[in-house]
């Protein structure tokens, strides 16, 4: 089954939030985009939707986290190699996010991460090979 993940964020400000995910090398697909939204295509597997604050409410009934002040859930992306990791976290920070701890090298992986505008935490990563897998 090739499944296809599209994470929801909610956004303070989406033209802000839009030009950072398209200043790391992303695209905007203009069709699934509106001033209440802005689908960001990471890869043919990957989409992120960028959605107001105000419209994101209308999908959920609960109140929505401040990912300034508190992380509900930590996206990781992996990349083809160390330099990749590093070269998408500078990206993240010239376009105006910011990084929430060191890099970190554990031998088999290599991580960094950001924060985008809101608060979202991303965890760039690479492995020396694939994850285990039970069997």
């Not at 105000?54 to 109140?63: E, I, N």
């Not at 991460?113 to 965890?123: I, K, L, N, S, V």
């Amino acid at each position: 089954m090739n499944t296809k993940i599209f994470v929801n964020l909610p956004v303070s400000d989406l033209p802000t939030s839009r030009e950072f995910y398209i200043g790391l090398g992303f695209t905007l697909n203009p069709q699934y985009s509106n001033d209440d939204g802005a689908c960001i295509v990471i890869s043919e597997e990957i989409y992120v939707m960028l959605l107001t604050r105000k419209y994101f409410g209308t999908f959920t009934p609960k109140a929505i986290s401040d990912a300034q002040a508190t992380t509900e859930v930590l996206l990781a992306l992996s990349a083809d190699d160390r330099a990749g990791v590093d070269a998408l976290v500078a990206r993240a920070t010239a376009a105006g996010g910011s990084t929430y701890a060191e890099p970190r090298d554990l031998g088999f992986m290599y991580q960094h991460g950001f924060q985008d505008p809101d608060g979202h935490m991303w965890e760039v990563f690479w492995m020396a090979g694939p994850p285990p897998q039970e069997g």
